[in-house]
């Protein structure tokens, strides 16, 4: 485009100096200034916006995490911003695993590990994310450069590799054990593992490696046909690690990849990804910033809108000697951390019976007993303006019958007695 805009530049100027007429020159001076104008504009590059140092919560139209910040605002996160401390890792950067990153990035994680080994297609147009112009270029490269431009505050690690062969799993779990981010963190380098893979093969091999790490890890898949979906919570020794529950094509002794036919894929519908996604980095953000309740397993049905739900615990029996291991720590550390759960339960029941029933709030809304208290005149709320009157009593009067006069009765008898002297005559 730049060649051609400089090429019509030359033009013109041609055109105007074989001109003998001088009035034509002015359209044509008009003309050559607004194509030196686009010229300039697409020599300018994209506008890229500066990293923020810390978050803000205040309402302006620059602040692109005001809108972040509210949850803390209105109860939902206690701190928001400790969103920049968690590192999460995305083992396949496909349907799945791009949207998601891009949804981390969005909400402001602080560092993203990637991993893919494969390049984006034209034939994955259909999905979201990816676009034309990076056709060629690695899953992982490309998506840095796109994440990189929405958030610049987030540190992005990028990895071109097969985690299935024994080089990519080792480097996958050097980078995993990796603290430089935070390094006074516990445990691995990472704060939970997303698996958007789509073969048994990677799955396993994401499995190894948290189990060995003791690794907190989400897993996701979506249906050949693409019409449904699940997400898996898997905490080593706690739960189901993957082998302990295999598929049923694997359990039966089918090799995966023996059921690839030529000429022959998947279908692939970017709403049923994205939905997916969405689930899975919603209970990402939950178990990171511990709101709510993340699901344990959670399953997608866009056919009749239908989500499943379950909890799927360990197998003694698994194959995976790591999974094993884990289970036999989670059973002997289960007495404490019941204790603790119990007397961390009793301290907030304590706390919550003697706090106030209601405490200040910005929005200056109070909570008033809705028993009557005593000596307030009843009928003052019903009082009216000066210089109005009603023209009924009101309701609240209590009217009494007004008793007869005595002299009521003298008159009675005064008539009887005139009436036996008219019947006496």
Same mark, same amino acid.
């Given at each position: ?60 139209? $620059? ?67 990816? *676009? ?57 380098? @990472? ?10 093969? &990677? ?16 897993? $996701?898949? @979506? ?40 000429? @022959? ?28 309740? @993340? $699901? ?36 002997? &550390?289960?007495?404490? *951390? ?43 709320? &019903? ?43």
């Amino acid at each position: 485009m730049e060649v051609e805009l400089k090429e019509t530049i030359d033009e013109l100027e041609s055109l105007k100096q074989s001109l003998t007429d001088p009035s034509y020159r002015y359209p044509i001076d008009k003309l050559k200034l607004r194509v030196e104008r686009l010229a300039k504009f697409g020599n300018s590059g994209p506008l890229r916006r500066s990293k923020v140092k810390d978050m803000s919560a205040e309402v302006v139209d $620059s602040n692109p995490y005001s809108r972040l910040m509210a949850l803390q605002r209105m109860g939902i996160v206690q701190n928001y911003e400790r969103i920049r401390e968690y590192s999460v890792a995305i083992v396949g950067i496909g349907g799945v695993g791009s949207v998601a990153a891009e949804m981390l990035t969005r909400c402001g994680i602080g560092r993203l590990l990637l991993y893919d080994y494969d390049k984006v297609e034209l034939a994955n147009m259909n999905r979201l994310f990816f *676009r034309p112009e990076q056709v060629g270029m690695t899953k992982t490269d490309a998506a840095v450069q796109t994440l990189s431009d929405i958030n610049p505050d987030v540190v992005l690690e990028s990895y071109t590799l097969n985690i299935t062969t024994v080089q990519g799993f080792e480097t996958f779990m050097s980078s995993l054990k990796n603290k430089s981010f935070s390094p006074n963190k516990q445990g691995s380098g @990472v704060d939970i593992v997303l698996s958007c893979v789509d073969n048994y093969e &990677a799955r396993m091999a994401v499995n190894q490696a948290c189990n060995e790490l003791n690794q907190t890890w989400m897993e $996701s898949g @979506v249906s050949e046909d693409a019409v449904s979906g699940h997400i898996q919570l898997l905490i080593p020794g706690e739960t189901a690690c993957f082998a302990c529950a295999p598929p049923l094509v694997v359990a039966s002794g089918v090799d995966e990849r023996t059921l690839k036919r030529e000429g @022959v894929c998947a279908a692939s519908l970017p709403t049923t990804m994205g939905v997916v996604a969405g689930l899975l980095v919603q209970n990402t953000l939950k178990y990171l910033l511990e709101f709510g309740q @993340v $699901s344990p397993y959670l399953g997608y049905n866009s056919l009749k809108d239908y989500f499943p739900t379950m909890e799927m615990k360990p197998n003694p029996q698994c194959s995976n000697a790591a999974c094993l291991q884990r289970q036999k720590e989670y059973l002997l &550390a289960k007495p404490a *951390r019941d204790a603790a759960a119990k007397a961390k339960m009793e301290a907030e029941a304590s706390s919550s019976a003697e706090g106030p029933l209601h405490l200040d709030n910005e929005w200056d809304i109070s909570v008033v007993d809705d028993d009557e208290p005593e000596g307030i005149d009843i009928k003052s709320s &019903a009082a009216l303006p000066e210089g109005l009157t009603r023209e009924l009593p009101s309701a609240d009067e209590f009217h009494t019958t007004p008793e007869a006069p005595d002299s009521a009765i003298d008159d009675i008898e005064d008539l009887r007695r005139q009436l036996d002297a008219l019947n006496s005559s």
